[in-house]
């Protein structure tokens, strides 16, 4: 993934340790945020990227953190309704989740600013 | 077991027929015996016996012995006196008595009229020596004694060098059935029948014509439209004054040994005439089978009642079972109070039978009868097959079926209630592969033709609109036949049309025949590639064999489970590639909680066991508790977090209720406790689920095994269905369906032993996991290759491949290992811990109502639903998933 997060790397609240996250899976946190709090899902890619989108599915509040993901792409596990994780768009015709700040900072915590 | 007199009803039964047996059971089951002091009487001299199964009888294929319904000691054992052979005369209603042929005089407080009917027979000259009883080798077709004699007769003159010769008078059911019947023993048989077609009361005259033709190419020869006016008779001296032949009213005349009269029944309506009842054709009742217009009697108003083929209901009299079985119903309701509202209304009559080998269906009307009734009419003659139905103002009023009755389970529902039915009349006879071609273009757009999904036809259009030119394209795009996949061919149908509207070419999308999207190759390739470049992972397959070692999320299940089949040992597991349910052991459900499934073998559970169920239930606020469609207990509504907890108290394995993978076993009661079982299902099911439990295989599994051809397990229906057919030996089924697709399995093979069974059945498994695709159910699977292919492979060797596939499937069984232990150690951190939602509050999922079964209060709240469907879910998440 390109660069989701442009920010320092110690920008953002610290959710999770990246070792908690298995390769290839995501979890979901509550976040702070100034509007109250958001749920975000975050994903870690195989190749050690990170990425983080909207936790509930638009289409019917699927939880996204359990879905399956490749390199570009979550698909929800309840109706498999697809999003691309860098941009937020339905590859499969939904509404579009947003997508968060996320990065990993030095001592390996995983930070997600929402957007 | 004499009942006390007084604290009692005497109920008095005429008639020991078909119609009076079930009423006492009836009347049984509902606790009449305590009610009621019985006593029937019979004119025949026996117990109660299947009139239908006469014709067996007479046709050497049922012994007598076997058609006994309730002998002499049933009646005994339950309290009835029975005086068989005791006919009686009349009825002294305003004494409450009636009347035997003895002179006897037996009191009633209530008295029920079942006397069934008689062999009508039409003047013919000849007919009745001058003491009134028939002419020596005439016969009708209706008790016991009249089929002994006939079976007799015709064992004696079928044996003769030449053919002795039969007529049958009367071309309907009846003489159909007996004329079979008495060719079965050799007898070269004529039926005259008097209307212009066979069968006039249940077919029109086109199924008639088509229904001769087969019965003629039978060997039985047919003359129509021909009244018989006379019977001829040998002389005393030769032939003991026997019956010799049959006069027409034209003239003709054929030689006979013997003569069948089966032109009609006439209701035994003596006794309620004696007794000055109301009579028309048939004893008249009420909508509570109670006789009209009886006399008060000094002791209140009238009990009588009549029921059964002497009856007469709202003008109908009947001439078959089905009618007397509801009658039977109701009455037992009334006399015994158990509903003493209960009405009968009538049977709208249909035929199913088997008459003469030939499969005739008949329901509601036979013909157009308006001008305006729609009457659409498929005839092949020489194949003997005749298909009708008759609509009017848009409801089914009639259907004949003849030669190939298969539709007729369908037919039956949309005429008795009342279904709208398709554009195309025609398709209520056929499954056209053009059912779609007919009608999607008059479709509206706006039509939902993905159910699943709720895709119209007008999203489908505009995919195509929007550059898709290929039905997989579509089916991506829009999600259409995703779900069951039983709209499959319609969305292929609006696409082929919406492509060519657009003046563009339908194109085949390469992937299709590719095992799963991100790894373009087809499954012999990509399973010949893994061998070969050793490829344990899913992650090493991508980087081996996808373009640009590209991963795909849809693709790893799939690859997932082969990888498991080719490498049972070596496989290395990455949970990422794993659906969440085979992550967390459990299926995932619109809310984000889960359902827990435990194992119960067979379908049979213990008290230890339920205590258990009820115990976690209680425990963890299982928000419903479910029987499910694979025999066994659902707890649904548990939150990720507790599904170690849970399974932990519970100590039962997982019964994989939500993995690609053998599902269950159904099983019968079997023989233990079941009187009609041949083998021992329950024990042969527990074993076939011990033996497969867990195992992996392209798409979901489910096995079923039942005693007896019964099939209370539904096992014609199973991936693999088994069943007992006696003598030891067993029938093995494949590629049976009962979920969005109805298909019956087919036979593979009959086997000697349960050993055999679990070993044919682990080659078939293995063979499904070799060769069948990504979410490839058995039902397409074992058509695609076709039985006969299979069973060269499975049964006869021929590919010499069996002793493989018995080495693997064993290495694959001994490879299971309960998923639930992994309670005790999780694969990685927050497994299960890690709530994936709902992490704020939202507003809650509708809820079964308070108080309703299983609608125990939670104060956890799930999430909201936007667009509940279930449908979509669960076909969604499992069949579709991951394509
Ligand atoms: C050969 C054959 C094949 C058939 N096949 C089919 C079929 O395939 N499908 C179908 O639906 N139907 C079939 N039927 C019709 C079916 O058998 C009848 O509809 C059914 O038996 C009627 O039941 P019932 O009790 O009204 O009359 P019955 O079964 O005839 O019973 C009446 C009984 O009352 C006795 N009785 C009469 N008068 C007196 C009296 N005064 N005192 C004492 N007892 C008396 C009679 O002896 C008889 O035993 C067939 C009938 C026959 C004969
Ligand atoms: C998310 C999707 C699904 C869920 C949650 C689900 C759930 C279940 C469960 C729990 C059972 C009980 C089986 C058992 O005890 O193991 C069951 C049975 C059944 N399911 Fe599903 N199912 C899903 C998809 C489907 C689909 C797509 C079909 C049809 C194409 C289907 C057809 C059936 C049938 C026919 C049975 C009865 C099995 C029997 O009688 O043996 N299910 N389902
Ligand atoms: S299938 Fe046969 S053996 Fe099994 S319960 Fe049913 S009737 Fe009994
Ligand atoms: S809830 Fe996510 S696809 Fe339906």
Redo the contacts between chains.
Sequence with gaps: MTAVDTRTATSGVRVAAL????????????VPSGAG?V?V?VFHH?DGRVSAVD??C??????????????C???C??????WDLRTGEST??QARVRVHGVSVDDDGGVRVTPA | MKKEQGSTKRLVLVGNGMAGARLLEELLERGAGDLFQITVFGDEPYGNYNRIMLSHVLAGEDGEESIYLNELGWYAENGIELRAGVRVDDVDLPAREVVDADGGRTPYDVLVIATGSSPHFPPMDGLRREDGSLLPGVSGFRSLDETRAMLEEARRYGTGTTPAKAVVIGGGLLGLEAAKGLQNHGLDVTVIHSPAHLMNQQLDADAGAVLRRSIEEAGISVVTGARTTGLTACTEQSGSGRVSGVVLKDGRSFPADMVVVTAGIRPNTDVGLRAGLVVERGVVVDDQMRCVDQPETPAGPGQVYALGECAQHRGETYGLVAPLWEQATVLADVLTGADPDAAYHGSRTSTKLKVAGVDVAAIGQAGPEHPDDEHVVFSDVRRGLYQSVVVRDGRLVGATLLGDTRKTAALQQVFDRGLPLPEQRVELLFDLGATAEGSVEDLADDAQVCNCNGVTKGDICGAVASGCSSVKGVMDATRAGKGCGSCKEVVSTIVEHAVAAGGGALTEDPSVHWYVPGVPLRKDELVAAIREQHLTSVSSVFAALAPGGAEDAKSKMGLTSLLRTLWPTEFVDERDARFINDRVHANIQRDGTFSVVPQMKGGVTTPDQLRRIADVADKYGVGMLKVTGGQRIDMLGVRKEDLPKVWEDLDMPSGYAYGKSMRTVKTCVGTDYCRFGLGDSTALGIALEERFQGIETPAKLKLGVVGCPRNCAEAYVKDVGVVAIGGGKWEVYVGGAAGASVRKADLLATVDSPEAVIQLTGRFIQFYRTWGNWLERTYDFVPRLSIERVRLVLVEDSDGMCAQLDEEVDAACAAYRDPWKEREAPDAPGRFSAPALPLLPLPVVPRRPMGAPGGTPREQLPVEIVMPNEEALVSGAMAGAQQ
Excluded: F, K, M
């Design positions: 070792a908690e996250i298995p390769p290839g899976e995501g979890r979901a946190y509550v709090e749920q899902a195989r936790a509930v638009p289409h019917s509040g699927g939880p996204l953190a359990d879905g399956q993901i490749d390199s792409v979550v698909v596990p309840l109706h498999l309704n697809t499969s015709g």
